[in-house]
């Protein structure tokens, strides 16, 4: 003879409730906290600031055009995750510049926490080159940036890919 079923009393449907609610509130936690943990913050702290600054960087980019320097960019991922950058770099004339200080970064499309700084030296006239360990394949910006008299003379964000 089979046993009569349990009657369905006030105490199961707030237990049923509570843990429902429960379980879906946990996630809900679980989920807000792995996103925060997670976001890389803000591209700029001020906009506005970063408005003003555009006009400096549109004269910046005109002056760099009309000195019709020629800087080449290479860049190669070692077998055990390094890099190295080498740049060239040539006057309108076809001259290899010296004296430059130029300074390299890789940065990450997608999270500037993975961003990489590549300090570069001259290696020979007008050749400057630097590397850094422990790069992750995949897609990143190159940004390269040459200095003289503590000025910025040069800037470049070209995107490339990394095997």
Known sequence: MASAPKPLTGTKVLAILVAFFGVVIGVNVTM???AIATLPGTEVDSPYAAGLSYDREISAAQD???????VDAHIERSTDGGATLQVEARDASGQPMTGL??????????DKRADLAVELAEAGVGIYRGSTASVAPGQWDLVIEG???GERVFMSRNRVILN
Request: no cysteine.
């Open 32 to 34: 807000m906290k792995l």
């Open 64 to 70: 760099q055009a009309a000195r019709k320097w020629r």
């Open 147 to 149: 200095d003289a008299r």
């Open 101 to 110: 200080k130029f300074g390299g970064r890789l940065e990450r499309p997608t």
